[in-house]
């Protein structure tokens, strides 16, 4: 585009000396190209900063990692490479042996767990009941022994006296035997506390085990399609996270990434107007919104390790990105994961060099026509 207003320039400045009859001199020529200088230099900086085109785009989309948590030998597999599938469509199943018997070993640990709770249920409620008895019991006690003071207090005689010795001792066995039913009682309590902790523990391995089994079948989990799918009867799968089976490109969620110097990126803000043309579909304009200037850089990152970085080997190119979506979704959908084309960002306010960047932006679609 630079070479064309040069051209464009350089037209007017012939025309100038040709048809208007400027005289040809030094003074002339030196003007002819300061002026060049200013004018084009003038308008290539007002048109970067305005309208910014750039041709390193890529489109992006989220990349989902296919690797089952459990270790197991692949039995079925649903699915091909390069397959459209939905999120919860089963893609293949494992081997279920493994998996089942520690299901039903589980199970019966929690039935057994549960038989004990509902033993020392009961062996709790039966130590209410003695408690109940046992203080029944001192009840009737201390009423004999109160009575038998009272006939004390009427006459003394060897025989009263002997009497309220031994229901005195009643008593106190009495209050004894309601200690000792109490003290049980708090016994039976810690012990159906601990039942009830370890049906607690059976169920959470029984949990664990139903979703093991649960995870021999794999479903998608997003909606997508399969890439580098290498999922076959009798692969072993790993819960390591070493070794994937395959991917899947969720097929939303498309962004342009446009790679910019970081000073053309000075006005871009979110919601500019963006326009792109993609190299797979010559001559076609789609139309977009930037999100988000992402102003960051792995350059600016320094890696941990023992050895102080070398100040030579630290710098930057000058680039950040600008994250843009298309306005159209279905056609962001046709569009295969690292397109590359040019994308025009149009800052605001709209000015003239807006209409340079969309003449410009057209020239490339059209170029990509070209066999390049």
């Not at 479903?219 to 790993?238: E, F, Y």
Request: proline content about 4%; overall charge positive; glycine content about 8%.
């Amino acid at each position: 585009m630079i070479a064309i207003i040069t051209a464009f320039y350089c037209a007017l400045v012939y025309a100038a000396f040709r048809v208007i009859k400027i005289p040809v001199r030094t003074s002339t020529i030196t003007a002819a190209i300061a002026g060049g200088v200013f004018i084009i230099g003038g308008i290539v900086i007002g048109w970067q900063g305005a309208a910014p085109v750039s041709k390193q785009i890529t489109l992006t989309r989220f990349i989902v990692t296919m690797n089952p948590d459990v270790k197991a030998l692949i039995k079925t597999v649903f699915a091909e490479p390069g397959q459209k599938v939905k999120k919860g469509d089963v893609l293949f199943e494992l081997e279920k042996g493994q998996f089942e018997g520690p299901v039903v070993q589980a199970a019966g640990q929690l039935n057994a767990a549960k038989r004990e709770v509902d033993r020392l249920q009961a062996a709790l409620e039966l130590a209410d009941a003695s408690i109940a008895q046992a203080v029944a019991k001192r009840e009737v006690a201390k009423s004999k022994r109160d009575a038998s003071e009272k006939l004390k207090a009427l006459g003394s005689s060897a025989v009263r006296e002997l009497r309220v010795f031994e229901q005195e001792r009643d008593f106190e066995a009495a209050q004894a035997a309601v200690a000792v039913a109490e003290a049980s009682k708090r016994e039976a309590k810690a012990a159906l506390a601990s039942g009830l902790a370890k049906v607690d523990s059976a169920q959470g391995q029984l949990d664990k085990a139903k979703d093991q089994l649960r995870h021999t079948s794999y479903k998608s989990p997003v909606d997508g399609i399969l890439l580098n799918w290498q999922a076959r009867p009798g692969t072993m799968t790993t819960s390591l996270g070493l070794s994937a089976v395959g991917t899947i490109m969720e097929t939303g969620h498309s962004h342009i990434l446009v790679v910019l110097p970081q000073n053309l990126l000075r006005n871009v803000a979110g919601g500019d107007p963006v326009e792109i043309a993609f190299k797979s579909k010559p001559g076609r304009i789609a139309t977009g919104k930037v999100l988000r200037v992402a102003n960051f850089t792995g350059e600016g990152q320094l890696a941990p390790k023992g050895t102080v970085p070398k100040a030579a080997t630290i710098g930057s190119e000058g680039f950040y990105t600008a994250v843009v979506k298309l306005d159209d979704e279905a056609y962001a959908e046709e569009l295969g994961l690292g397109e590359a084309g040019a994308a025009a960002i149009y800052t605001r306010p709209a000015g003239p060099f807006h209409v340079i960047s969309k003449i410009y932006l057209r020239v490339i679609s059209l170029s990509y026509y070209l066999p390049m």
